[in-house]
């Protein structure tokens, strides 16, 4: 019996609970152009009272500073209009290059441009802006969330912006060529996950640990798939590896406890919860994730997803009630 992406995305279902994140991504989406700016402004300063991003190296900033430049050229209106258009995606030069930006330097660039506000050289928020009551609204729904999902959603909304004209063409490539990101804290070297003791789950984590991703692709059936937070699948070896290159440098992860089920096929499924630390925000944060694996018999990964959990308390939740 040959497995399938459409069951094999199914498997553990019944111990997943859905996620606040796209609800509160879809209401930022129903702000105003200036609300959007304002709300990013008022979220990013209210999480940088206990968190703070680390600052990108300098060979990542070079990456950005042509644009940087720019804006800092600009006199406070036109700087403005550049990032209401980048955040409207409207078709411009500027928010064309932004959009051609890997997802790092994206981050840093707008990180960059964080630090011009707090500097004054850059204003945050339009001249005169008012908080209506939807901003209100939606500076709530994210102090609700916990810390790792605060970061996805303000990753996920840089992530969006620009202006990019191909309908869905990728710049994980462009990644390759980049520096690779500096890892914060030293990664963890012995992996034990308490109830899985499976080759192929335990070297994919030890790869990722030491960013080797040539080594973790390796462990995948030439079919297989890996599902990101949020994302359709990405199917075959090297997608996988592009993804990876682009998405998952640097990351620290520290699977905690898991469940492994034999099929009558003789594959498994299994699921692992645990911490991932992202380079961004180092041991200041651990976001609470699951890996949802199916192992094909012969021991390789046909499929994980990864999915982004609210709370520690549903890192225990591996069985359906
Ligand atoms: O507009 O097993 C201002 C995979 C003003 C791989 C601003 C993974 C206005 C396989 C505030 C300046 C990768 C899937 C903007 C595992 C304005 C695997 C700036 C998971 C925009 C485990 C805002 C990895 C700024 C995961 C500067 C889950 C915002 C990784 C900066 C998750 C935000 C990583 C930053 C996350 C967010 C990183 C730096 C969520 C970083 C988030």
Redesign the pocket.
């Known amino acids: 019996m040959s497995l399938s992406l459409e069951s094999a995305q199914k498997i553990f279902s019944g111990t997943q609970v859905p996620s606040p994140i796209p609800a509160t991504i879809a209401l930022f989406e129903q702000l105003s152009v200036d609300d ?2 304002a709300l ?2 008022f979220a ?2 209210e999480l940088g009272r206990t968190i703070t ?1 680390a600052a990108p190296g300098a060979a990542r900033l070079q990456l950005a500073e042509g644009l940087l430049n720019q804006i800092k050229k600009m006199s406070n209106d036109e700087q403005m209009q550049v ?1 209401r258009e980048m ?1 409207d995606h409207v078709d411009t030069p500027l928010s064309r290059s932004y959009a051609n930006f890997s997802v790092n330097t994206k ?1 840093a660039f ?2 960059e ?2 630090e011009l ?1 707090k500097q004054g050289i850059v204003t ?1 928020v339009p001249p005169g802006y008012q908080m209506g009551a939807g901003v209100k609204v939606v500076l709530e729904a994210i102090q609700k969330l916990d810390p ?1 999902q605060q ?2 959603v ?2 996920n ?2 992530v969006d ?1 620009g202006y990019d004209p191909g309908a869905d063409s990728s710049n994980y490539a462009k990644a390759a060529m980049e520096p690779m990101f500096p890892r914060t804290t030293p990664s963890p070297t012995k992996i034990t996950i308490e109830g899985v003791t499976e080759p192929a789950v335990l070297s994919y984590i030890e790869a ?1 640990n030491v960013d080797n991703f040539d080594a973790a692709v390796a462990l995948f059936t030439p079919n297989g798939a ?1 599902q ?2 949020f994302q359709k699948p990405i199917v075959g070896p090297q997608a996988i590896a592009a993804y ?1 290159r682009a ?2 440098q640097g ?1 620290n ?1 520290m699977p905690e406890t898991g469940i492994s089920e034999v099929l009558v096929d003789g594959s498994k499924q299994i699921k692992i919860t645990g911490r ?1 630390q ?1 380079p ?2 180092g041991v200041q944060l651990g ?1 609470n ?1 699951a ?1 949802r694996f199916l192992i094909n018999p012969e021991g390789k990964i046909f499929f ?1 997803a ?1 999915d ?1 959990l609210a709370s520690p308390q549903e890192l225990l939740n591996l069985r359906p009630a």
């Open positions: 959007k700016l990013l402004w990013y300063t991003p990032m955040t981050l707008w990180y441009l964080g506000m945050p790792g970061i996805t303000l990753r909304t840089v912006m990722l890996l990101p937070p990876l998405e998952a990351l992860i991932v992202t961004w925000f976001m994730i890996w994980v990864i982004m």
